[in-house]
């Protein structure tokens, strides 16, 4: 009978494979090698590491292609600990202010904002269409704890009890009045398709929305990029770990064929590895297109059920710098009002014609010191999928006629662009998940639950084959970096624990 010793030896012996080196699976990684085990191996699918962390250059600017914000940097924030503890923030970002105030996830941002006849809008004629619009949003948040929703998705539920409630508290409006506060809300719906990563609030499952937790905190950027999140990360794993320009084909678990090794993973190249546990860290979007040929024996249907029903969607952003701004000193977002969308549109009739018209404006990047006059514009849906097909010329010229026609500047020229194509990119196939209709929170413990399954009948060689981690598999904080690093910790715990119950001298996770 072995010893302790020796039980010890042959756990941290576990050959464990991770596809994906994003921030998730670096994650994983980086937890499992301080805790001792050392035969850890990463296989990415590209030549770079990060995922959708994407730190590019705009001219003389960091920009961030892919995750943009620390959302809710406070002490239960692992990416705002991490950053803190590496020297990536600005002092600000470290005030215990910063990190008390609790904004729900919705930045108390000063906005411009313009009409497409060329107007500025007040704010005050903002306020009541917001009002509305956010305590409706609030009440489809609800719908997850006391159940009974009686529209399949938030889109739904929205436009339903706008109509009777705008007439109720809004009868003493005039129709011109009314008719901009409807267009206010089609601009906002189309801001919540961004945030929620969707081409509609129609796809939003209004059961499930309340799911998502927000964390207290100003949201705040990485001023040298988010990338130094992950170089710094890197920095602390052994150099060999990661192979890059390796995709993985097929992840065969409950294999019979080499007792010992339960799973074996087969590259592009034609590389097979044999392996005690696999992490799985590839997006949603991915898992969504290749599921049926990614895993063998194919996923059991109540996980591949899940799998469909979460949503996956594209939000792009399109960087645009000009000569001088437009905007004011202390503006921090624009926002762009059609006036013919009484009618709370968050789609357009005919991408090729009107894709620009889902742009709901541009955030400002500031410090202006630093940045310029760099805006950041927001489109999400089919029409940032069909943007991304057109040249950069197009899009540019696209840009510019709606400024002009905003602002009512006929001389408005942007200098350069750069946008993110993240549908096309085919390791990604999109941006972020959402609860899709008829989600549950039952489904999002689907997606982590390792396989074989509990309960399954199958004789299966060894426990915790395959692990599931990445934001999609977050119960609360999908969509999220902090997200993705909390489940990659997660499922190494998982492993952690697994040999700990059998060999008590193997030391605890030290993260």
């Known amino acids: 009978m072995a010893t302790g010793i020796n039980r010890k030896a042959i756990s941290l012996d576990a050959n464990i494979v991770i596809v994906g080196c994003g921030i998730s699976g670096i994650s994983a990684a980086h937890k499992l090698i301080k805790s001792g085990f050392h ?88 306020v009541p269409a917001k009002e509305m619009f956010d305590t409706l949003l609030d009440e489809c948040s609800e719908f997850a704890t006391k159940g009974g929703e009686p529209k399949a998705s ?13 007439e109720e508290e809004w009868k003493d409006v005039d129709a011109k009045t009314r008719s901009m506060r409807l267009c206010v809300i089609s601009s906002i719906f189309k801001i919540q398709c961004c945030i929620n990563g969707t081409h509609s609030l129609d796809e939003v499952g209004l ?27 890197m920095s602390e794993l052994p150099s060999g770990l990661v192979t890059y320009n390796q995709p993985v084909q ?62 996956f969607g594209t939000n792009n952003k399109i960087f645009v710098e000009f000569d001088s701004p437009w905007w004011d000193a202390d503006c921090e977002v624009i926002q762009f009002v059609w006036d013919d969308e009484d009618e709370i549109a968050d789609q357009v009739p005919d991408l090729r014609t009107f ?5 709901f404006g541009f955030t400002i990047l500031k410090p202006t010191e630093r940045y310029g006059h760099v805006l950041c514009g927001w489109i999400a849906g089919h029409e940032s999928e069909y943007m991304e097909t057109l040249t950069e010329q ?14 009512g500047n006929p001389t408005l020229t942007p200098r350069r662009i750069l946008r993110s194509q993240w549908f096309h990119d085919p390791w990604t196939c999109g941006s972020y998940s959402f609860p899709g209709r008829l989600c549950s929170a039952q489904d999002l413990e689907n997606m982590m639950e390792p396989l074989p399954s509990k309960g399954s009948q199958a004789q299966c060689v060894q426990p915790l084959q395959v692990l599931f981690a990445g934001e999609a598999t977050h119960p609360c904080f999908y969509s999220t970096v902090h997200g993705a690093v909390l489940t990659g910790w997660r499922e190494a715990d998982r492993l952690i624990s697994h040999y700990s119950s059998s060999s008590p001298s193997i030391p605890k996770s030290n993260l």
């Open 39 to 126: 035969n850890v191996r990463i296989l990415e699918a590209t030549s770079r590491r990060g995922g959708r962390v994407k730190t590019g250059r705009f001219g003389d600017n960091v920009v961030e292609i892919g995750a943009n914000w620390i959302h809710g940097p406070s002490e239960e924030n692992p990416v705002f600990c991490l950053a803190r503890q590496y020297g990536l923030l600005d002092p600000e970002a470290l005030t215990p202010e910063n990190q008390a105030i609790d904004i729900g996830g919705e930045p108390p941002w000063i906005p411009n904002v313009f009409t497409s006849s060329g107007q500025r809008l007040p704010l005050e004629e903002l």
């Open 154 to 166: 938030v889109g739904e539920f929205i436009r339903s009890e706008l109509k009777q409630r705008a």
């Open 207 to 233: 059961g499930a929305f309340g799911l998502y937790k927000t964390l207290p905190g100003l949201d705040c950027t990485f001023p040298r990029g988010y990338e130094g999140l992950i170089e710094n990360l």
């Open 250 to 311: 097929c992840v065969s678990w409950n294999s019979t064929d080499d007792r010992d090794k339960p799973v074996m993973v087969e590259c592009a190249d034609g590389e097979r590895i044999a392996a005690d546990h696999v992490i799985v860290t590839v997006p949603l979007g991915y898992l969504k297109k290749h599921h049926s040929t990614l895993f063998s024996p194919p996923l059991p249907l109540h996980k591949l059920h899940s799998i469909q029903r979460l949503g």
């Open 355 to 359: 894709w620009v018209k889902k742009l």
């Open 394 to 407: 197009e899009v540019a010229n696209s840009i510019a006629q709606l400024v002009r026609r905003f602002t």
